[in-house]
Protein backbone atom coordinates (compact mmCIF):
# COMPACT_ATOMS: atom_id res chain seq x y z
CA UNK A 1 0.00 0.00 0.00
CA UNK A 2 1.78 3.44 -0.97
CA UNK A 3 0.59 6.20 1.27
CA UNK A 4 1.24 10.07 0.20
CA UNK A 5 2.85 11.04 3.61
CA UNK A 6 1.87 15.03 2.95
CA UNK A 7 -1.42 13.91 2.75
CA UNK A 8 -2.31 11.26 4.71
CA UNK A 9 -3.73 13.21 7.77
CA UNK A 10 -6.06 15.09 6.33
CA UNK A 11 -9.00 13.00 7.03
CA UNK A 12 -9.30 10.30 9.94
CA UNK A 13 -9.23 7.29 7.47
CA UNK A 14 -6.06 8.56 6.07
CA UNK A 15 -4.07 9.38 9.15
CA UNK A 16 -4.80 5.55 10.45
CA UNK A 17 -3.95 4.11 7.11
CA UNK A 18 -0.97 5.99 7.44
CA UNK A 19 -0.35 4.64 11.21
CA UNK A 20 -0.96 1.17 9.99
CA UNK A 21 1.88 1.38 6.99
CA UNK A 22 4.30 2.80 9.54
CA UNK A 23 3.68 -0.27 12.00
CA UNK A 24 3.04 -3.05 9.66
CA UNK A 25 6.58 -5.22 8.90
CA UNK A 26 8.24 -4.93 5.76
CA UNK A 27 6.35 -6.48 2.67
CA UNK A 28 3.06 -6.55 4.78
CA UNK A 29 0.05 -5.22 3.58
CA UNK A 30 -2.44 -3.64 5.98
CA UNK A 31 -5.69 -2.50 4.04
CA UNK A 32 -8.18 -0.55 7.10
CA UNK A 33 -11.76 -0.80 5.73
CA UNK A 34 -13.51 1.63 4.67
CA UNK A 35 -16.29 3.26 7.10
CA UNK A 36 -18.11 6.68 7.34
CA UNK A 37 -18.07 9.26 9.85
CA UNK A 38 -21.15 8.85 11.01
CA UNK A 39 -20.13 5.67 12.37
CA UNK A 40 -18.30 7.99 15.00
CA UNK A 41 -20.78 10.51 15.27
CA UNK A 42 -23.94 8.63 16.01
CA UNK A 43 -22.17 6.77 18.98
CA UNK A 44 -20.75 9.89 20.14
CA UNK A 45 -24.30 12.13 20.04
CA UNK A 46 -26.10 8.94 21.93
CA UNK A 47 -23.57 8.82 24.08
CA UNK A 48 -23.71 13.09 24.97
CA UNK A 49 -27.58 12.69 24.87
CA UNK A 50 -27.72 9.58 27.45
CA UNK A 51 -25.11 11.22 30.00
CA UNK A 52 -27.12 14.65 29.50
CA UNK A 53 -30.06 12.84 30.81
CA UNK A 54 -29.03 10.76 33.39
CA UNK A 55 -27.08 13.10 35.03
CA UNK A 56 -28.39 16.21 34.30
CA UNK A 57 -32.30 15.40 34.68
CA UNK A 58 -32.74 11.87 35.71
CA UNK A 59 -29.88 11.85 38.75
CA UNK A 60 -31.27 16.06 40.30
CA UNK A 61 -34.34 14.68 40.32
CA UNK A 62 -33.91 11.27 42.40
CA UNK A 63 -31.66 13.15 44.92
CA UNK A 64 -34.04 16.20 45.32
CA UNK A 65 -37.24 13.75 45.52
CA UNK A 66 -35.19 11.10 48.32
CA UNK A 67 -34.41 14.72 50.36
CA UNK A 68 -37.20 16.05 50.31
CA UNK A 69 -39.07 12.97 51.91
CA UNK A 70 -36.22 11.98 53.96
CA UNK A 71 -35.06 15.38 55.09
CA UNK A 72 -37.41 17.96 54.51
CA UNK A 73 -36.10 20.19 57.03
CA UNK A 74 -32.43 20.29 55.61
CA UNK A 75 -33.19 20.51 52.40
CA UNK A 76 -35.01 23.38 52.35
CA UNK A 77 -32.26 25.17 54.74
CA UNK A 78 -32.50 24.08 58.16
CA UNK A 79 -34.98 27.34 58.31
CA UNK A 80 -36.08 28.27 61.96
CA UNK A 81 -39.24 29.76 62.59
CA UNK A 82 -40.77 31.78 65.38
CA UNK A 83 -44.28 31.44 67.20
CA UNK A 84 -46.05 32.77 64.00
CA UNK A 85 -44.48 30.47 61.10
CA UNK A 86 -42.44 33.64 60.12
CA UNK A 87 -38.79 32.69 59.31
CA UNK A 88 -36.20 34.09 61.63
CA UNK A 89 -33.04 32.49 59.96
CA UNK A 90 -31.71 29.37 59.76
CA UNK A 91 -30.08 27.49 62.37
CA UNK A 92 -26.71 26.94 60.45
CA UNK A 93 -25.97 30.34 59.91
CA UNK A 94 -25.11 32.83 62.73
CA UNK A 95 -27.10 36.04 62.92
CA UNK A 96 -25.38 39.43 64.60
CA UNK A 97 -27.24 39.99 68.12
CA UNK A 98 -26.46 43.61 69.20
CA UNK A 99 -26.98 44.51 72.66
CA UNK A 100 -26.41 43.23 76.40
CA UNK A 101 -30.00 41.68 76.41
CA UNK A 102 -29.10 38.97 73.94
CA UNK A 103 -26.39 36.25 73.45
CA UNK A 104 -24.09 37.58 71.30
CA UNK A 105 -22.37 34.43 69.04
CA UNK A 106 -18.46 34.53 67.94
CA UNK A 107 -16.85 37.26 65.85
CA UNK A 108 -17.36 37.00 62.36
CA UNK A 109 -14.66 38.01 59.45
CA UNK A 110 -17.49 38.57 57.01
CA UNK A 111 -19.65 40.34 58.92
CA UNK A 112 -21.90 37.74 59.11
CA UNK A 113 -22.88 38.27 55.33
CA UNK A 114 -23.43 35.10 53.22
CA UNK A 115 -21.89 36.19 49.98
CA UNK A 116 -18.75 37.45 51.62
CA UNK A 117 -18.14 34.55 54.14
CA UNK A 118 -14.69 33.75 54.64
CA UNK A 119 -12.15 33.57 57.54
CA UNK A 120 -9.95 36.11 58.11
CA UNK A 121 -6.87 34.39 56.73
CA UNK A 122 -4.61 36.81 59.63
CA UNK A 123 -1.83 34.70 60.97
CA UNK A 124 -1.44 34.81 64.68
CA UNK A 125 2.01 37.15 64.36
CA UNK A 126 -0.49 39.53 62.50
CA UNK A 127 -0.88 42.48 64.93
CA UNK A 128 -4.38 43.30 63.84
CA UNK A 129 -5.19 39.79 64.79
CA UNK A 130 -3.61 41.07 68.27
CA UNK A 131 -5.46 44.14 68.57
CA UNK A 132 -8.86 43.03 67.50
CA UNK A 133 -8.50 40.09 69.96
CA UNK A 134 -7.56 42.38 72.78
CA UNK A 135 -10.58 45.18 72.20
CA UNK A 136 -13.33 41.83 71.69
CA UNK A 137 -11.91 40.69 75.26
CA UNK A 138 -11.64 43.86 77.01
CA UNK A 139 -15.87 44.20 75.86
CA UNK A 140 -16.49 41.41 76.60
CA UNK A 141 -14.49 40.73 79.94
CA UNK A 142 -16.87 39.93 83.01
CA UNK A 143 -15.02 40.94 86.52
CA UNK A 144 -15.14 37.69 88.43
CA UNK A 145 -15.61 35.05 86.11
CA UNK A 146 -11.93 34.65 84.56
CA UNK A 147 -10.90 35.07 81.61
CA UNK A 148 -13.24 35.48 78.28
CA UNK A 149 -13.90 32.02 76.79
CA UNK A 150 -11.74 31.15 73.61
CA UNK A 151 -14.70 30.87 71.56
CA UNK A 152 -16.17 34.09 71.70
CA UNK A 153 -12.50 35.67 70.65
CA UNK A 154 -12.07 33.73 67.34
CA UNK A 155 -14.18 33.44 64.38
CA UNK A 156 -14.83 30.07 62.57
CA UNK A 157 -13.27 29.24 59.22
CA UNK A 158 -17.01 30.43 57.62
CA UNK A 159 -17.59 33.41 59.85
CA UNK A 160 -20.96 32.42 60.30
CA UNK A 161 -21.03 29.28 62.51
CA UNK A 162 -24.32 29.44 65.01
CA UNK A 163 -22.78 27.27 67.88
CA UNK A 164 -21.03 27.96 70.64
CA UNK A 165 -19.65 25.70 73.56
CA UNK A 166 -22.39 25.72 76.69
CA UNK A 167 -19.38 27.11 78.50
CA UNK A 168 -19.05 30.51 76.37
CA UNK A 169 -22.83 31.02 76.81
CA UNK A 170 -22.76 30.40 80.72
CA UNK A 171 -20.23 33.14 80.41
CA UNK A 172 -22.73 35.95 79.30
CA UNK A 173 -25.70 34.33 81.39
CA UNK A 174 -25.37 37.27 84.24
CA UNK A 175 -25.21 40.28 81.49
CA UNK A 176 -28.60 38.90 79.55
CA UNK A 177 -29.67 38.40 83.25
CA UNK A 178 -28.92 41.91 84.22
CA UNK A 179 -30.51 43.29 81.00
CA UNK A 180 -33.28 41.66 80.68
CA UNK A 181 -34.12 41.65 84.83
CA UNK A 182 -34.55 37.70 84.89
CA UNK A 183 -33.06 35.86 87.04
CA UNK A 184 -29.35 34.09 86.49
CA UNK A 185 -31.39 30.37 87.30
CA UNK A 186 -33.78 30.75 84.50
CA UNK A 187 -31.39 31.76 81.72
CA UNK A 188 -29.37 28.86 83.12
CA UNK A 189 -32.07 26.56 83.01
CA UNK A 190 -33.17 27.80 79.21
CA UNK A 191 -29.28 27.14 78.16
CA UNK A 192 -29.81 23.61 79.60
CA UNK A 193 -32.42 23.11 77.84
CA UNK A 194 -30.52 24.19 74.39
CA UNK A 195 -27.46 22.46 74.64
CA UNK A 196 -27.06 19.95 71.71
CA UNK A 197 -24.85 16.56 71.87
CA UNK A 198 -23.05 16.56 67.90
CA UNK A 199 -22.61 12.65 66.56
CA UNK A 200 -18.95 13.62 67.18
CA UNK A 201 -17.44 16.74 69.15
CA UNK A 202 -18.28 18.31 72.49
CA UNK A 203 -21.76 19.88 73.39
CA UNK A 204 -22.88 23.11 71.61
CA UNK A 205 -25.72 25.88 71.72
CA UNK A 206 -27.37 27.31 69.04
CA UNK A 207 -27.22 30.86 69.48
CA UNK A 208 -30.09 31.65 67.05
CA UNK A 209 -32.16 29.29 68.46
CA UNK A 210 -31.47 30.20 71.77
CA UNK A 211 -32.26 33.73 71.62
CA UNK A 212 -35.54 33.20 69.96
CA UNK A 213 -36.35 31.18 72.59
CA UNK A 214 -35.21 33.98 74.94
CA UNK A 215 -37.48 36.39 72.99
CA UNK A 216 -40.55 34.17 74.14
CA UNK A 217 -39.55 34.65 78.23
Known amino acids: MVVNDNACFLTVRGALNCIASKLAPTGFSC ?18 VLMTLITGVAYPLVVTGVAQVAFPDQANGS ?14 IAQDFVGDAWFHPRPS ?8 SSASNLSPSNPALATRVIDDATKLLVPGLGPVPLALLTTSGSGLDPHLP ?6 QLARVATARNLPVTTLQQLLDTHIEQP ?10 ELNLALEKL
Open 199 to 208: LVGPPVVNVL
Open 109 to 116: AGAFATVS
Open 79 to 92: LVRDAEGKVRGSSL
Open 166 to 171: PAAIAY
Open 31 to 48: ELEDFEMSTLIRPALSLL
